[in-house]
Each structure stands twice: as structure tokens, then as C-alpha cells.
């Protein structure tokens, strides 16, 4: 069993930075682990994902160059590094524990969700 809490989110403007935490309790060793995001009225959707050794990251289109997904696993944290953020960003952002290493842009392929961090960004 894994429980995720993620902290980090918060009120800024646009072209700002921020960088989300995940601090999982609970073994992530050789599980792939991602970042999802939901807007209001949207469905959550994929924003990026790194292998369990972290070798291998993705990242959805719109955030590609801005945001970098990384995990410290001396201290079973995972990141997520937010640079330029465009009122599109806003939402809640979720981290999320992997069953498989490999990366993957699916939600079925994670298993262990966290309640999710508000980020909200002005324009």
C-alpha cells in the first residue's frame, strides 16, 4: 500500500514558477511514477512521467520545455518543476505510483493516487 501527498500548488501569475512535491509513504521501488492534471469541468489528463531509475521521462505537448518531472528516491519524493505557466496550467495536479518501471501516459497503468495540490495561475 502507497499513500502520495503532494504539496506545492498555490495562487501565481502567469510566467511564473512553481514546483510541486509527492512524498510517498510506502515502497515506489521499481514502479514508473507521473504527474496527472484536472481542470474544471475537464477530464484529468496526463502531464508527464519518469521511469523508476528516472532514466526516462515523458511529457504531454503543451508542457513540453516547461515543465521537468524528476524523483529523489533517497527520499521516496517525487517533483514536478513548473516554469512559464500559462493560465491553461490551472488545475488540480495529482501524482500518481505506477504498477509497471516503464513510463506511461495511461491512468489505468497507475494504481496509487495522492488527493491532489490547487494550482491556480492568473493571466
Known amino acids: 500500500q502507497v499513500q502520495l501527498v503532494e504539496s506545492g500548488g498555490g495562487l501565481v501569475q502567469a510566467g511564473s514558477s512553481l514546483t510541486l512535491s509527492c512524498v510517498a509513504s510506502g515502497s515506489t521501488s521499481g514502479k514508473a511514477m507521473a504527474w496527472f492534471r484536472q481542470a474544471p469541468g475537464k477530464e484529468r489528463e496526463f502531464v508527464a512521467t519518469i521511469s523508476w531509475r528516472g532514466r526516462a521521462t515523458g511529457y504531454e505537448d503543451s508542457v513540453n520545455g516547461r515543465f521537468t518531472i524528476s524523483r529523489d528516491s533517497a527520499r521516496n519524493t517525487l517533483y514536478l518543476q513548473m516554469n512559464t505557466l500559462k493560465p491553461e496550467d490551472t488545475g488540480f495536479y495529482y501524482c500518481?505510483?505506477?504498477?509497471?518501471?516503464?513510463?506511461?501516459?495511461?491512468?489505468?497503468?497507475?494504481?496509487?493516487w495522492g488527493q491532489g495540490t490547487q494550482v491556480t495561475v492568473s493571466s
Open positions: 500518481a505510483v505506477g504498477r509497471y518501471s516503464a513510463t506511461s501516459s495511461i491512468e489505468t497503468d497507475y494504481n496509487y
